[in-house]
C-alpha cells in the first residue's frame, strides 16, 4: 500500500510539473508574440489542480485511523469526497491538456501564416531561416502534447 501511494503521489506530481511546464512555455509564447494562447486560464486550472491535491493529501490523515475504526458513515463520507476530488482533479487535467494543445496548434498556425512568400518578401534569409526553425520546433511540440 505504501508503495501505491508514493506511485500515485509522484504520478500526479509529474502530471502538474508537465503541465507547469506547458502553461511556463504558453505565457513565453505570450509574452512574444503579444497574442492571447489562455495561458491565465491554463494557470487558474494548475492552480486548481494543486488545490485539490493539497487537499486530497490532508484528508489522508484523518482517513487512515477510520479505516482502522470500522466506522462505515465516516468511511463513506471519506470516500465519496475522495471521489469527488478525484474527478474535479481529472477534469481540471482534461480541460488544461485541451487547452495546451489547442494553444500550441494555434500558435503553429500563425507561424505558418507569418512564413507565407507574400510576408516574407523584405525579409533577410537568416530571418527567414529562424522562423522555419521555430515553427518546425513548435510543430515537433505540438504533435508531442497532442500524442
Not at 19 to 39: D, M, N, P, V
Not at 43 to 48: D, E, K, P, S
Not at 74 to 103: D, E, K, P, R
Not at 120 to 137: C, F, I, K, N
Amino acid at each position: 500500500n505504501l508503495i501505491f501511494g508514493t506511485r500515485m503521489a509522484l504520478y500526479f506530481a509529474a502530471l502538474v510539473w508537465m503541465q507547469w511546464l506547458l502553461e511556463r512555455r504558453i505565457h513565453a509564447l505570450e509574452k512574444t508574440s503579444g497574442r492571447q494562447y489562455g495561458g491565465q486560464c491554463l494557470r487558474r486550472l494548475l492552480q486548481l489542480q494543486a488545490f485539490v491535491l493539497l487537499i486530497g493529501s490532508l484528508m489522508i490523515g484523518p482517513a487512515l485511523p477510520l479505516l482502522l475504526s470500522g466506522q462505515m458513515t465516516l468511511i463513506t463520507i471519506f470516500l465519496w469526497a475522495a471521489l469527488g476530488l478525484g474527478a474535479c482533479f481529472m477534469a481540471a487535467n482534461v480541460i488544461a491538456s485541451a487547452l495546451a494543445i489547442w494553444a500550441l496548434f494555434r500558435s503553429v498556425r500563425g507561424l505558418r501564416d507569418a512564413l507565407q512568400p507574400q510576408m516574407l518578401q523584405h525579409t533577410p534569409s537568416d530571418v527567414r531561416g529562424s522562423l522555419e526553425g521555430a515553427l518546425r520546433y513548435n510543430r515537433a511540440q505540438a504533435i508531442a502534447v497532442a500524442l
